[in-house]
């Protein structure tokens, strides 16, 4: 029973760091979609899907961790409050121009690859299912990933 208990304390704070990634996106998305120009609908529509996706799988990992005895992460992580604050002085001096942004939402996308691909590590404490779940998300969030990267090369040529 104890190394079960031990394993779920294992699962829920790596599903946490998942949903703070999550509540990162979120963040980053709302200041993309307010930095970014009224008449731009195209990527105000992109911007507001992303931070919708997040939203979503935030109530898939906070269902999976009450699930596991868990309380749900509430909050972003320390990196993600940085990386917000390195995005408004980004969008600062370079003028909220829409490569810059798309640039910066890409980073983002970037490091929730990265925080999945940790969470997926072989020798974690993961059961089945929520290997699956983690999984099934890494690569919807591929995915937006590869969205932003086109839109940012779209943007780039223009």
Same mark, same amino acid.
């Given at each position: 029973?104890?190394? $079960? #208990?031990?394993?779920?304390?294992?699962?829920?704070?790596?599903? #946490? &760091? +998942? =949903?703070?990634?999550?509540?990162?996106?979120?963040? *980053?998305?709302?200041?993309?979609?307010?930095?970014?120009?009224?008449? &731009?609908?195209?990527?105000?529509?992109?911007? /507001?899907?992303?931070?919708?996706? /997040?939203?979503?799988? =935030?109530?898939?990992?906070?269902?999976?961790?009450?699930? +596991? %005895? %868990?309380?749900?992460? *509430?909050?972003?992580?320390?990196? *993600?409050?940085?990386?917000? @604050?390195?995005? &408004?002085?980004?969008?600062?001096?370079? %003028?909220?121009?829409?490569? /810059?942004?798309?640039?910066?939402?890409?980073? %983002?996308?970037?490091?929730?690859?990265?925080?999945? @691909?940790?969470?997926?590590?072989?020798? *974690?404490?993961? /059961?089945?299912?929520?290997? &699956? +779940? =983690?999984?099934?998300?890494?690569? +919807?969030?591929?995915?937006?990933?590869? $969205?932003?990267?086109?839109?940012?090369?779209?943007? @780039?040529?223009?």
């Amino acid at each position: 029973m104890k190394d $079960l #208990n031990k394993r779920n304390e294992e699962s829920i704070e790596i599903i #946490n &760091d +998942l =949903i703070k990634i999550n509540h990162d996106r979120i963040k *980053g998305y709302e200041k993309a979609i307010e930095n970014t120009e009224t008449t &731009d609908v195209e990527l105000k529509t992109l911007y /507001s899907r992303m931070r919708e996706e /997040s939203y979503d799988y =935030i109530r898939e990992l906070s269902e999976y961790v009450a699930t +596991l %005895g %868990g309380d749900p992460a *509430g909050d972003t992580t320390v990196p *993600g409050k940085i990386y917000h @604050a390195w995005m &408004d002085v980004k969008a600062t001096f370079s %003028g909220n121009d829409t490569k /810059s942004m798309l640039s910066a939402c890409e980073f %983002g996308e970037d490091a929730a690859q990265k925080a999945y @691909a940790k969470a997926l590590e072989n020798d *974690g404490p993961l /059961s089945s299912d929520a290997y &699956d +779940l =983690i999984a099934r998300q890494k690569s +919807l969030l591929k995915g937006s990933h590869d $969205l932003v990267r086109h839109f940012r090369d779209q943007y @780039a040529e223009a």
